[in-house]
């Protein structure tokens, strides 16, 4: 694996951090000892074909794949140098902290506000109405959401347009004050104007979270990372900087791909 | 090298250097023939380098065009992409050649009394050179060949050499035959012609060595 140094890189630690993290499928092994540093002020985006593992190694990152049986997770991965597979650790509260996003958007069958709220009041994050209805507006108008929906917060969810479903559910994952969001293919079921809101709002929430998107659409990391990973058959083969990546990959096999030589 | 899933790109990147190396060709014929014709005084032939420009610069303008199209329709990642923007400039680069071919061409009919003239051998070989050039780094694009490209590189400083020794021969020469100045004025277009000619070589060779490793030769390697 090829990983070229940020040339602005911060000193600070990583948010997250990967260790030699193979992921199981019962036998199967669809991740290989992948090791990668998530920084805090960067978009990362993870590229590669379908069947790589770069989804199944995103879902490692807030242990979604507990739900799934058959799936075994090896190495480690911490969260500001806390594993998140130690025992004892509070999956529901690194959920909060580590949010994610998925590639369809999956509002709850209840109001628009209710959708941001609900994670809040079960967190007890806010104290009172005054306080949950304040989170619910500055949570929506960082998902680029507010304008739209501020007269009417009681209706479904569900009755908003593709786009803002999925702003819906970002602003439903920023209420909670992650410190990273994960990102599924959030833009795969959009038409593109749809997705040039959310790669904007990507682009205003950068700073704030730590961001890592699993995208399919060269052109999307391009736009919206500022450093990639190039995933094939379960290894990670290259990691650097978004400019770099696209315009001198350093290994053949990353070339390849994003240029549609991949056979 | 691999190729692509979509072969039409495949075809229309195999399309665009066709039309690279044909624009190349023409390029370096037309300094041969702007040459000969300036040496031999032949003024018909000077008359079809000046010509044939225009078809230099036609493929120019094709070249752009399609350089536009496959911009916007294949948004090129990587190695396409340095390919096909090496291709753009290379297209501008190597039409220039060509405009100081045919400027040299059309100083032939105002040369007097040519036999007097020893600077003109000087130029001569000095073309000779300039049109080496332009060949070989327009082989090193045909087999996208970085070290090759540097090598032509290199060759700059004798065509610049060259140009120091025309000039400095040229004003001897009008200080002792002040009636040869209107001739050997020209003369000294010619020789900064081709100096220019070798100077767009050295950038076609950049661009060759940019596409293929993805840097210019003057970077630091990495």
Known sequence: ?263 | MVEHTVKAFDEDITRLRGLIAEMGGLAELAIQEALEALVTGNEELAQQVVDRDKKLDRLEGEIDAMVVRLLALRAPLADDLREIIAALKIAGMVERIGDYSKNIAKRVGRIEGRGRFEPLTLLASMGELAAEMVHDVLTAYAARDPLSAREVIERDAKVDAFYDSVFRNLVTHMMENPATISSAAQLLFVARNLERIGDHATNVAEMVHFAAVGHYPTDIER
């Open chain 1, 1 to 263: 694996m090829v990983t070229e140094p940020l040339s602005q890189r911060s000193n600070a630690e990583p948010k997250m951090r990967a260790r030699d993290v193979s992921v199981f499928y019962g036998d199967k092994k669809a991740i290989d000892a992948v090791s990668i540093d998530i920084p805090s002020e960067y978009v990362t985006a993870f590229i590669g074909p379908s069947g790589c593992g770069k989804s199944t190694f995103l879902r490692a990152f807030n242990r979604m794949n507990d739900t799934i049986a058959s799936a075994r997770v090896e190495g480690t991965i911490e969260l500001d140098g806390e594993d998140i597979y130690k025992s004892g650790m509070d999956v529901v509260q690194l959920r909060a902290r580590v949010g994610m996003v998925f590639q369809k958007p999956n509002p709850f069958p209840k109001s628009i506000y209710e959708n941001v709220a609900y994670g809040p009041r079960i967190h007890g994050f806010a104290e009172g109405k005054a306080d949950l209805d304040a989170i619910v507006e500055r949570s929506l108008r960082r998902a680029g959401l507010w304008e739209e929906v501020k007269d009417r917060l009681a209706e479904s969810g569900t009755a908003l347009s593709g786009g803002q479903q999925q702003r819906l559910c970002i602003a439903r994952a920023i209420a909670v004050e992650p410190e990273v969001i994960l990102m599924d293919e959030p833009c795969s079921a959009l038409d593109p104007i749809a997705t040039a809101k959310i790669e904007e709002l990507i682009d205003e929430l950068r700073g704030r979270y730590a961001i890592v998107i699993v995208t399919h659409s060269m052109q999307q990391a391009a736009r919206v990372s500022q450093r990639t990973a190039f995933f094939h058959l379960g290894s990670l083969i290259e990691f650097g900087e978004t400019s770099q990546i696209f315009t001198t990959p350093r290994e053949s096999r990353t070339q390849d791909y994003i240029t549609g030589r991949y056979g």
